[in-house]
Antibody, heavy 126, light 105 residues
Framework: QVQLVESGGGVVQPGRSLRLSCVGS????????MHWVRQAPGKGLEWVAV????????WSADSVKGRFTISRDNSKNTVYLQMNSLRFDDTAVYYC???????????????????WGQGTLVTVSS | DIQMTQSPSSLSASVGDRVTITCRAS??????LNWYQQKPGNAPKVLIY???SLQTGVPSRFSGSGSGTDFTLTISSLQPEDFATYYC?????????FGQGTKVE
Protein backbone atom coordinates (compact mmCIF):
# COMPACT_ATOMS: atom_id res chain seq x y z
CA GLN A 1 0.00 0.00 0.00
CA VAL A 2 1.02 3.63 -0.31
CA GLN A 3 3.34 4.54 2.52
CA LEU A 4 5.59 7.39 3.57
CA VAL A 5 8.20 6.96 6.28
CA GLU A 6 10.11 9.89 7.74
CA SER A 7 13.39 9.72 9.61
CA GLY A 8 16.20 11.94 10.78
CA GLY A 9 14.54 13.78 13.65
CA GLY A 10 16.20 14.28 16.99
CA VAL A 11 17.51 16.83 19.48
CA VAL A 12 19.71 19.57 18.06
CA GLN A 13 21.16 22.79 19.43
CA PRO A 14 20.08 26.19 18.13
CA GLY A 15 22.03 27.26 15.08
CA ARG A 16 22.90 23.70 14.07
CA SER A 17 21.66 21.67 11.11
CA LEU A 18 19.60 18.55 10.57
CA ARG A 19 18.44 16.65 7.50
CA LEU A 20 15.13 14.84 7.40
CA SER A 21 14.34 12.06 4.95
CA CYS A 22 11.07 10.64 3.73
CA VAL A 23 10.91 7.40 1.77
CA GLY A 24 7.86 6.66 -0.33
CA SER A 25 6.62 3.25 -1.41
CA UNK A 26 3.59 1.72 -3.08
CA UNK A 27 3.35 4.39 -5.76
CA UNK A 28 5.41 5.86 -8.60
CA UNK A 29 7.37 8.32 -6.48
CA UNK A 30 9.05 10.07 -9.41
CA UNK A 31 5.72 11.33 -10.76
CA UNK A 32 4.45 12.97 -7.55
CA UNK A 33 4.89 16.39 -6.03
CA MET A 34 5.88 16.09 -2.37
CA HIS A 35 5.40 18.39 0.63
CA TRP A 36 6.67 18.90 4.17
CA VAL A 37 4.29 20.09 6.88
CA ARG A 38 5.14 20.63 10.54
CA GLN A 39 3.29 20.83 13.82
CA ALA A 40 4.74 22.43 16.92
CA PRO A 41 3.79 20.76 20.22
CA GLY A 42 0.15 21.47 20.99
CA LYS A 43 -0.20 23.72 17.96
CA GLY A 44 -1.76 23.59 14.52
CA LEU A 45 -0.40 22.50 11.17
CA GLU A 46 2.06 24.69 9.27
CA TRP A 47 2.89 24.06 5.63
CA VAL A 48 6.69 24.16 5.15
CA ALA A 49 7.78 23.37 1.61
CA VAL A 50 6.95 21.66 -1.67
CA UNK A 51 9.00 20.13 -4.49
CA UNK A 52 7.77 19.18 -7.93
CA UNK A 53 7.96 15.62 -9.22
CA UNK A 54 11.27 16.21 -11.00
CA UNK A 55 12.80 18.57 -8.46
CA UNK A 56 12.88 21.57 -10.76
CA UNK A 57 10.34 23.66 -8.84
CA UNK A 58 10.45 24.34 -5.12
CA TRP A 59 8.61 26.73 -2.82
CA SER A 60 8.75 27.26 0.91
CA ALA A 61 7.03 29.18 3.67
CA ASP A 62 8.43 32.56 4.64
CA SER A 63 9.19 31.23 8.12
CA VAL A 64 11.83 28.83 6.76
CA LYS A 65 12.95 30.57 3.58
CA GLY A 66 16.70 30.86 3.37
CA ARG A 67 17.21 28.27 6.12
CA PHE A 68 15.41 25.11 4.92
CA THR A 69 15.93 23.43 1.56
CA ILE A 70 13.74 20.73 0.08
CA SER A 71 15.23 18.26 -2.39
CA ARG A 72 14.59 14.78 -3.73
CA ASP A 73 16.33 11.72 -5.13
CA ASN A 74 13.89 9.82 -7.31
CA SER A 75 16.34 6.93 -7.67
CA LYS A 76 15.92 6.39 -3.92
CA ASN A 77 12.22 7.33 -3.70
CA THR A 78 13.23 9.90 -1.12
CA VAL A 79 12.47 13.53 -0.39
CA TYR A 80 14.68 15.51 1.98
CA LEU A 81 14.39 18.58 4.14
CA GLN A 82 17.73 20.17 4.93
CA MET A 83 17.28 22.41 7.95
CA ASN A 84 20.00 24.91 8.74
CA SER A 85 20.29 27.64 11.38
CA LEU A 86 17.69 25.90 13.49
CA ARG A 87 15.78 27.97 16.03
CA PHE A 88 13.80 27.08 19.13
CA ASP A 89 10.54 27.69 17.25
CA ASP A 90 11.45 25.05 14.66
CA THR A 91 10.68 22.43 17.30
CA ALA A 92 7.89 20.34 15.80
CA VAL A 93 6.79 17.04 14.36
CA TYR A 94 7.66 17.13 10.68
CA TYR A 95 5.42 15.26 8.26
CA CYS A 96 5.99 14.52 4.62
CA UNK A 97 2.98 14.09 2.38
CA UNK A 98 2.19 13.25 -1.21
CA UNK A 99 0.24 15.70 -3.31
CA UNK A 100 -2.75 14.42 -5.19
CA UNK A 101 -4.48 16.35 -7.93
CA UNK A 102 -7.88 16.36 -9.54
CA UNK A 103 -7.78 16.94 -13.29
CA UNK A 104 -10.77 17.86 -15.39
CA UNK A 105 -10.14 18.08 -19.13
CA UNK A 106 -6.44 18.63 -18.43
CA UNK A 107 -6.94 21.46 -15.95
CA UNK A 108 -6.14 21.15 -12.24
CA UNK A 109 -9.39 21.42 -10.31
CA UNK A 110 -7.84 20.82 -6.93
CA UNK A 111 -4.88 19.39 -5.03
CA UNK A 112 -4.54 17.98 -1.57
CA UNK A 113 -2.23 15.94 0.66
CA UNK A 114 -2.69 12.19 0.89
CA UNK A 115 -1.25 10.19 2.46
CA TRP A 116 0.93 11.62 5.21
CA GLY A 117 3.82 9.92 6.93
CA GLN A 118 3.81 9.23 10.66
CA GLY A 119 6.06 12.21 11.34
CA THR A 120 9.48 12.71 12.88
CA LEU A 121 10.09 14.92 15.92
CA VAL A 122 12.68 17.66 15.79
CA THR A 123 13.55 19.29 19.10
CA VAL A 124 15.74 22.37 19.11
CA SER A 125 17.17 22.76 22.57
CA SER A 126 20.34 24.03 24.21
CA ASP B 1 0.19 34.64 1.56
CA ILE B 2 -3.44 33.60 1.81
CA GLN B 3 -4.70 33.52 5.39
CA MET B 4 -7.25 30.92 6.47
CA THR B 5 -9.52 31.64 9.42
CA GLN B 6 -11.48 28.82 11.00
CA SER B 7 -14.31 29.15 13.45
CA PRO B 8 -14.92 28.18 16.09
CA SER B 9 -11.51 27.22 17.49
CA SER B 10 -13.23 24.62 19.65
CA LEU B 11 -16.72 23.34 20.23
CA SER B 12 -18.46 21.00 22.58
CA ALA B 13 -20.91 18.54 21.07
CA SER B 14 -22.64 15.28 21.80
CA VAL B 15 -23.04 12.09 19.83
CA GLY B 16 -25.77 12.59 17.27
CA ASP B 17 -25.32 16.36 17.02
CA ARG B 18 -25.00 18.18 13.73
CA VAL B 19 -21.67 20.00 13.70
CA THR B 20 -20.65 22.84 11.40
CA ILE B 21 -17.18 24.33 11.07
CA THR B 22 -16.47 27.32 8.88
CA CYS B 23 -13.34 28.46 7.12
CA ARG B 24 -12.76 31.82 5.48
CA ALA B 25 -9.96 32.67 3.06
CA SER B 26 -8.37 36.12 2.90
CA UNK B 27 -8.88 36.12 -0.88
CA UNK B 28 -10.83 34.06 -3.37
CA UNK B 29 -9.44 30.55 -3.75
CA UNK B 30 -12.12 29.06 -5.99
CA UNK B 31 -12.67 25.52 -4.76
CA UNK B 32 -9.05 24.86 -3.80
CA LEU B 33 -10.02 24.02 -0.24
CA ASN B 34 -9.47 20.78 1.65
CA TRP B 35 -10.48 19.50 5.09
CA TYR B 36 -8.39 17.21 7.29
CA GLN B 37 -9.09 15.34 10.50
CA GLN B 38 -6.38 14.76 13.08
CA LYS B 39 -6.60 12.62 16.19
CA PRO B 40 -4.05 12.89 19.02
CA GLY B 41 -0.76 11.24 18.19
CA ASN B 42 -1.71 10.62 14.57
CA ALA B 43 -1.00 12.27 11.26
CA PRO B 44 -3.81 14.23 9.62
CA LYS B 45 -6.08 12.49 7.12
CA VAL B 46 -7.95 14.14 4.29
CA LEU B 47 -11.73 14.09 4.56
CA ILE B 48 -12.86 16.47 1.84
CA TYR B 49 -10.93 17.79 -1.17
CA UNK B 50 -11.80 20.50 -3.71
CA UNK B 51 -14.32 21.90 -1.24
CA UNK B 52 -16.95 19.18 -1.52
CA SER B 53 -15.48 15.89 -2.79
CA LEU B 54 -15.55 13.10 -0.22
CA GLN B 55 -12.31 11.15 0.09
CA THR B 56 -12.72 7.43 -0.55
CA GLY B 57 -13.55 5.60 2.65
CA VAL B 58 -14.77 8.66 4.53
CA PRO B 59 -18.28 8.27 5.95
CA SER B 60 -21.04 10.14 4.15
CA ARG B 61 -21.97 12.03 7.32
CA PHE B 62 -19.09 14.32 6.41
CA SER B 63 -19.77 16.94 3.76
CA GLY B 64 -18.18 20.13 2.51
CA SER B 65 -19.50 23.15 0.70
CA GLY B 66 -18.51 26.59 -0.43
CA SER B 67 -16.41 28.40 -2.98
CA GLY B 68 -14.52 31.65 -3.27
CA THR B 69 -13.76 32.72 0.29
CA ASP B 70 -16.30 30.93 2.49
CA PHE B 71 -16.38 27.22 3.16
CA THR B 72 -18.13 24.83 5.53
CA LEU B 73 -17.48 21.35 6.88
CA THR B 74 -20.56 19.60 8.23
CA ILE B 75 -20.84 16.42 10.24
CA SER B 76 -24.49 15.46 10.01
CA SER B 77 -24.60 13.17 13.05
CA LEU B 78 -21.53 13.20 15.25
CA GLN B 79 -20.14 9.77 16.10
CA PRO B 80 -17.77 8.87 18.95
CA GLU B 81 -14.86 8.45 16.54
CA ASP B 82 -15.36 11.97 15.19
CA PHE B 83 -14.03 13.71 18.30
CA ALA B 84 -10.85 15.18 16.83
CA THR B 85 -9.32 18.38 15.48
CA TYR B 86 -10.28 19.55 12.01
CA TYR B 87 -8.22 21.77 9.72
CA CYS B 88 -9.05 23.53 6.50
CA UNK B 89 -6.24 24.07 4.01
CA UNK B 90 -6.01 26.10 0.83
CA UNK B 91 -4.06 24.86 -2.17
CA UNK B 92 -4.51 27.90 -4.42
CA UNK B 93 -1.13 28.89 -5.83
CA UNK B 94 2.28 27.69 -4.75
CA UNK B 95 2.27 28.55 -1.03
CA UNK B 96 -0.29 26.54 0.90
CA UNK B 97 -1.74 27.47 4.28
CA PHE B 98 -3.85 25.82 6.97
CA GLY B 99 -6.52 27.18 9.22
CA GLN B 100 -5.72 27.21 12.93
CA GLY B 101 -7.89 24.15 13.61
CA THR B 102 -11.19 23.37 15.32
CA LYS B 103 -11.20 20.94 18.20
CA VAL B 104 -14.44 18.98 18.53
CA GLU B 105 -14.83 17.76 22.10
Amino acid sequence: QVQLVESGGGVVQPGRSLRLSCVGSGFTFSTKTMHWVRQAPGKGLEWVAVISYDGTNKWSADSVKGRFTISRDNSKNTVYLQMNSLRFDDTAVYYCARERIALVRGAIEGNWLDPWGQGTLVTVSS
Amino acid sequence: DIQMTQSPSSLSASVGDRVTITCRASQSIGRFLNWYQQKPGNAPKVLIYTASSLQTGVPSRFSGSGSGTDFTLTISSLQPEDFATYYCQQSYGTVWTFGQGTKVE
